[in-house]
């Protein structure tokens, strides 16, 4: 929210008659409140992402516990991409046999961006159950796109308002294509 208000101040400031060196000054006050701002949520959202994969890597081990070959989990990483790696990877080392997706809103409920993002293993993939496949038939949903790889693929929806409705569509296709690919 600062560096949005940062922004705005910036345009005013713009806008603003005075005098180019004061206009200078205060453009570099700015920046640096900018900076300030972007740092502090990049902190916090690692923080939370921290916290998020302790949980993922629970009910992925709880999943493999059950001999599950396929896991749809809602996580809440902010649609980040980077976050999005470090759970495909842990999913890949805990559960090497497992297909997993990860489903991720920017702000949980807003009915805004959606993230997907999903690891298929080799043997499933050539199965014909793909990563890539798999994310584009749940973004469909909600007017998504998505691809990638067989083994790994991610996309996104700008607008998703019935985050259920992705996740039963993740399912159904995973339980189509998996018992295909078994």
Do not use: H, Y
């Not at 705005?8 to 060196?21: G, P, Q």
């Not at 740092?39 to 001999?67: H, S």
């Not at 796109?145 to 308002?161: L, M, Y």
């Amino acid at each position: 929210e600062l560096d949005k208000q940062a922004g705005a101040l910036r345009k005013e400031l713009d806008e603003a008659f005075t005098s180019a060196v004061v206009k200078a000054e205060l453009r570099v006050r700015i920046e640096g409140v900018q900076k300030k701002a972007v740092e502090a949520k990049k902190k916090a959202l690692a923080a939370k992402v921290d916290k998020i994969l302790n949980v993922v890597n629970e009910q992925i081990e709880e999943a493999v516990t059950d001999n599950k070959k396929v896991l749809v989990l809602n996580v809440d990483i902010a649609a980040d991409s980077k976050a999005s790696q470090k759970v495909m990877n842990a999913a890949k080392k805990i559960a090497p046999d497992m297909a997993f997706m990860g489903l991720s809103e920017e702000e949980v409920g807003s009915g805004g961006k959606l993230m997907a993002f999903a690891v298929v293993p080799e043997a499933m993939a050539a199965d014909g159950f793909k990563a890539d496949d798999w994310v584009r038939a749940t973004l469909a949903v909600c007017g998504g796109r998505g691809g990638g790889k067989p083994v790994s693929a991610q996309g996104q929806a700008a607008e998703c308002s019935d985050i259920d409705a992705v996740v039963e569509a993740a399912n159904a296709f995973a339980t189509e294509n998996a018992v295909a690919a078994a």
